[in-house]
Every structure is written in C-alpha cells, then in structure tokens.
C-alpha cells in the first residue's frame, strides 16, 4: 500500500487494527461518532478493483477471465481460492494492487482532513505498514470470543476458525506494535469509554508539533484514567 505522503505534509494518523473478529469496525463507528475521519482500507482495495478500473484489468491479464462474475465484477471468493496456497500468486495480486490502493488511499486522506484521521489496516502489522501511520491502535479481545464471533457471524466451525486465527500474526506479535490497545471483550460502553480516552490523547497528539508514534503508551485498562 504504497507510495506514502511523508509526515510533515499530512494529517496525524492512527492506524486502526486487529484480529479477525476482534471489533475493528465496532471501535472505528465510536471514532466516527466523535466526527474522526474514517479511512477504510478495505473499502478503498474493493473500490480500486470496480469494473472499468486499471488495476483488474491488470489483474484479469494475470489470472484470466474467471476471476470475474458473469456482470464483470471481481469474483473474490475465486481470487481468494487461487492465492491462498500460492505464494507467488498472493505476490502478484499484491504487486498488481497495492500501488493502486495506496494512491487512493493518500487521496481520501487529503480530501478527509480532519485534526487526525483513523486508518483501519487489518494487516498493518503483517505487512509492516507502520511507516504509513503515526500511532498504532490494537483492537484485542480473547480468541475463545474472536472464534465464538467467527461462528456466530459467519457460520464457521471451531476449526475452521481456529485455522483463520493462526493465518494471522500473533496475537502477542500484534499487541507488541501497539502503541494503544483497546480491549473489546463485548461490553459496548466500556468500548465507547476508552475511545473517548483516546480521542483526547490523539488531539493532543496531533496537536503537538512533530508528534509520533514514539509518545507514552495507552493500554486499555488506563485510558480512562488517565486521559478522561
């Protein structure tokens, strides 16, 4: 998800990740309600690869025609099934993509503004985009509840949902790169309490000339605390 507007030129980011099923979108609504500018890195891949779109022309010269549904969009579970084993099929979708979302993602991220902006990157750690932010936000919970949340939103067994979790990054891994932790064991309120914490630590943050990632870390449990 390249290129990058360097630092000094840009709104202050947080980048917003998080296990499957961990509550990303849940924790992102609280920020949005605080009127933060939300920047979906998904909904910007699944945009780029819209019918008439560059990049999956690209993407159908390298994988052909049945990739696509029969009204010409991007056929994902097929995607999905053609690069899951191969690496060097992953690689290329990656290669074919990524310069692509990473250009609209500067764009939306101009036209957003805002003091500061939350960048939700699901695999922020596992690509090792944290160049891209300034602040990086874990969302976490139990992974007994992230596979109770796989099977009640999407039908999965325990196993298959057990595979999906250990395809990630650790669980350890990702709350190493954290900055911020927001825990989501399901209680909403206790949720909305700790972004509300951290909404006024990231306005001080982005207030501060050449602030960084590099400030006080904020786990859950002091939030609260320390910032309401």
Request: proline share 5%; charged share 25%.
């Amino acid at each position: 998800m390249n290129p990058v507007e360097p630092r000094a030129k840009r709104v202050y980011r947080v980048g917003l990740t998080g296990g499957i099923a961990s509550g990303k979108s849940t924790v992102a609504k609280f920020f949005a309600a605080l009127a933060v500018p939300i920047i979906d890195t998904d909904q910007v891949a699944r945009e780029v690869v819209e019918p008439g779109q560059p990049p999956l022309e690209r993407l159908v010269e390298r994988f052909g025609r049945a990739i696509l549904t029969p009204d010409g969009h991007l056929d994902r579970p097929k995607l999905r099934e053609i690069v899951f084993s191969d690496p060097r099929a992953r690689a290329d979708l990656e290669a074919l993509t990524h310069p692509a979302i990473g250009t609209a993602v500067e764009a939306w991220s101009a036209a957003a503004g805002g003091p500061y902006q939350i960048l939700i990157i699901p695999l922020l750690v596992e690509k090792n985009l944290t160049s891209q932010v300034d602040r990086v936000l874990v969302v976490d919970c139990d992974e007994e509840l992230q596979i109770r949340r796989l099977q009640a939103r999407d039908g999965s067994t325990v196993e298959q949902a057990r595979a999906i979790l250990n395809a990630q990054t650790s669980r350890t891994a990702r709350l190493k790169s954290a900055h911020d932790v927001v825990q989501n064991d399901g209680d909403l309120s206790a949720v909305r309490d700790q972004v509300s914490a951290l909404h006024t630590r990231y306005l001080q943050l982005a207030g501060q000339s050449g602030a960084a990632a590099g400030g006080a870390a904020i786990t859950a449990k002091a939030a609260k605390a320390r910032f309401s």
